[in-house]
């Protein structure tokens, strides 16, 4: 959905969630960032991903891609996932008889996947095996914006290794400055929990 399509419902009983959405935002609205015209250039597929991107963020999202989902909306994207997406989750809903709660999750799981892609080629096109397990960078420059992010090679690698966006300062530890194998990677959880369980054992 855009929210600025004429096809939203706004009625008395329901709350205009829509105000909240981030593709109102100057610079998106009235727009087609939200509709790219199929999937097989690379500028579509990158306007997908950057929209999709954004709807991560977006904080009616959950509402929206459910609202989209109730709606069988079959054009563009709608609460970060595209149509493909959206009909696959309605069928998994009505094989699976999933209550909301499993909904959301299924939902969730989606926009996890799609957050994980774009990183991941970044990760697998930018490095370089070493020896011994490390893994070198191969660009010169020291951050990179992917899917509307901003990471430095370190916390892109991290991101892709553990699942999750590293909280506090991501370090080598395997004494190589410039590795960034992903298993040879620290954040402030990670540290914490080897000297958790140092001081533990
Ligand atoms: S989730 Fe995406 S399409 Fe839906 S309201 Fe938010 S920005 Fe717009
Ligand atoms: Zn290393």
Same mark, same amino acid.
């Given at each position: 959905?855009?929210? %600025? *399509? ?5 009625? !008395? ?9 981030? @593709?109102?935002?100057?610079? /998106?609205?009235?727009?087609?960032? &939200?509709?790219?015209?199929?999937? $097989?250039? +690379? ?11 954004? @709807? +991560?963020? @977006?904080?009616?999202?959950?509402? @929206? ?21 959206? +009909? %696959? ?5 009505? $094989? ?11 939902? +969730?799981?989606?926009?996890? $996947? ?19 397990? #490390?893994?070198? &960078?191969?660009?010169?420059? *020291? %951050? ?17 290794? #553990? ?18 194998? /992903?298993?040879?990677?620290? !954040? ?12 533990? *054992?």
């Amino acid at each position: 959905m855009n929210p %600025s *399509s004429t096809r939203a419902i706004s009625t !008395d009983h329901t709350p205009d969630w829509r105000l909240q959405a981030d @593709c109102r935002r100057p610079g /998106y609205f009235g727009t087609d960032h &939200w509709f790219p015209t199929g999937t $097989k250039t +690379r500028k579509d597929r990158e306007q997908a991903a950057d929209a999709k991107a954004i @709807c +991560r963020e @977006c904080p009616v999202a959950l509402h @929206c891609a459910t609202w989209a989902l109730r709606r069988r909306e079959e054009d563009g994207i709608a609460g970060g996932l595209d149509a493909d997406q959206r +009909r %696959s989750i309605r069928r998994r809903v009505m $094989k699976e008889q999933l209550s909301s709660e499993q909904t959301a999750d299924v939902i +969730r799981a989606a926009w996890a $996947k799609d957050a994980q892609g774009p990183l991941v080629d970044t990760y697998l096109r930018s490095t370089r095996q070493g020896n011994d397990g #490390h893994v070198w &960078w191969r660009g010169l420059k *020291s %951050s990179y914006t992917v899917a509307g992010r901003v990471f430095t090679p370190r916390q892109l690698a991290f991101e892709v290794g #553990h699942g999750r966006a590293p909280h506090g300062q991501v370090k080598s530890i395997c004494g190589e400055q410039f590795c960034v194998a /992903y298993e040879h990677l620290t !954040d402030g959880v990670v540290h914490w929990q080897r000297e958790h369980l140092a001081t533990a *054992s």
